[in-house]
């Protein structure tokens, strides 16, 4: 059913409808309306949940991590400095094999402290063995939380995911979203049935030491997790579409690609913007296209490799930047097509919040056509 | 924050695609802010805030002292002013302006100076773009019981004033 809601709501609503049995967080900027609207859930005997309140993002996480080993499904959300004090608890969840599903909100991370949005954050933890998918828009954000805890939960895969959506943009943004019923998702994800699990009955540890003979075995094995989760991503989103109409088997999504000449790589609400601006741009006679990632954990190197190798110039839209090289996901794309003669140009843009319109995707065209790239766009002239 | 949600809420309902949202972070009660709406027939995808609106509500004459609050406003663009005087400020050309004093028909209906629905009421009149039923769901769905009805009545008011003077 089509419904007119806040981003955050209609998010908190879809992780109800997922059955957490153990949700732990910490309020922060923009995250807060998810979480409220769930202890409210909770409170209110709407969601047969525990929901622990927590003094920090480090407990929270640890308290996730703790009932997942029980054997829980657990929910988690958080932004920018949160997410940086969970960091020693992401890789734990990852290196133990939890599948923790947990919202980031994107935000920006200080210093100077920003509120507003940007990818810095859930980038910075590319390398934790999180899965990261993005949403371009509230019905996105909302469904793959479903497919997020289906292929975290996979035995064959048993990873955490970020879902990861852009801070007040889509979160403090009404729109309508077509919500699911109970039943239908039930029908999607079914209980969690752990494959391993904390049981004084049946002892076991998790995250113990491993000693340089067998750490780096650890190590392949969560790495070949990763990969192996395209596939299952793939064959979720597959049976998604199926069951309601959306198909997310597709990790990355092109539009206007088949014969662009310049093509836009981007991930999250970022994507929306620059379709009206490519629409606008065609009606002139350019030919631009937009790859959007939905997934950037995995990193969809074959299929990025695939959408691209045909166009003339690459422009990648990073909303991160990793200080002191380029940003994270010109950096990717541009070893996916190594071997290829195409250019790929970086463009850093909308860090903290700094609104993008339909005029700066177009900018960023031009800058692209005239091989003028690797920069940070639309920079105060002061500081060069 | 409330009456761009208001709005969006009923253009919905009236079956087109509708996006709100507030500027980003500094929307607490009381405190000066921007809230933009759009709708559409056809999905909206763009992100960017509003520079070139088609209709601006100003819900505090005062800020108008501060704001160019007709900045970006289209050619044949409307705006509503709450304020209970006559406005003494340059209005661009080609630009409609209504006034109406949605602070005391708030008082009278509510007893408090809370303008969202009243000017909701106004800017339906005056732009055509929100049918009074689809207004009156949209309060009714916000609000409950005796609180919706005032509201519906102080919206209507509004409503039916715009009419008259437009």
Known sequence: ????????????????????????????????????????????????????????????????????????????????????????????????????????VNRALGAPLSIWNDQQDSISLRDSGWLQLYAEDNQEATDLHYLAYKVAEDRNILLPAFVCFDGFILSHTYE???????????????????????????????????????????????????????????????????????????????????????????????????????????????????????????????????????????????????????????????????????????????LGGRDVRKKDIRGVVEMAEKGKGDLFYGLRQEVL | MTAAELIAVAAFAGGVFAQAFPAFGVERRGAPVQAFVRFDNKKVRLRSQIYEPDYIIVQDSSLIRDVNVFQGLKEGGIVIVNTE??????????????????????????GLPITNTTLMGAFAAA?????????????????????AEKNVAAAREAYEHVKGVS
Not at chain 1, 310 to 326: E, T, Y
């Open chain 2, 85 to 110: 005087k006559a406005l003494t400020y340059p209005i661009p050309p080609g630009v409609k302006v209504i006034t109406i004093d949605a602070t005391s028909m708030a008082l009278k209906h509510l």
């Open chain 1, 176 to 350: 309508p979203v077509d919500t699911l019923t109970q039943e239908q998702v039930d029908r999607y994800l079914p209980a969690y049935r752990p494959l391993h699990r904390l049981d004084s009955e049946d002892p076991m540890s998790f995250g113990m030491f491993a000693s340089p003979d067998y750490y780096m075995e650890f190590r392949y094995q969560i790495d070949k997790a990763q990969k192996d989760a395209a596939q299952v991503i793939s064959r979720a989103g597959k049976e998604f579409g199926e069951m309601f109409g959306r198909d997310y088997s597709e990790m990355v999504e092109g539009y206007r690609l088949e014969d662009a000449d310049c093509a836009l790589v981007a991930m999250g609400s970022i994507c929306g913007t620059a379709k009206d601006a490519i629409d606008e741009m065609r009606r002139d006679g350019k030919k631009v296209g937009l790859l959007k990632m939905r997934t950037f954990r995995p990193f969809p190197e074959k299929e990025v490799r695939s959408a691209l190798s045909g166009v003339s110039r690459v422009a990648v839209l990073d909303k991160n930047i990793s200080l002191g090289a380029k940003g994270a996901v010109a950096l990717e794309v541009k070893d996916a097509l190594y071997g290829t003669q195409v250019p790929v140009l970086d463009y850093i843009i909308a």
């Open chain 2, 127 to 147: 732009s055509g773009e929100i049918a009074l039923p689809a207004l009156e769901g949209a309060i009714r769905q916000r609000f409950s019981g005796e609180l």
């Open chain 1, 1 to 104: 059913m089509m419904e007119f809601m806040e981003g955050s709501h209609a998010v908190a609503h879809a992780v109800k409808y997922c059955r957490p049995q153990v949700i732990a967080a910490y309020p922060i900027t923009p995250q807060t309306h998810i979480v409220e609207a769930l202890a409210d859930m909770v409170a209110n005997c709407h969601l047969d949940a525990e929901y622990i309140t927590v003094e920090s993002e480090f407990s929270a996480l640890s308290a996730c991590l703790g009932a997942s080993a029980a054997g829980s499904r657990v929910y988690s959300a958080t932004t920018s400095q949160g997410l940086a004090l969970m960091f020693e608890v992401c890789f734990n969840c990852a290196g133990m094999r939890m599948p923790v599903v947990m919202s980031i």
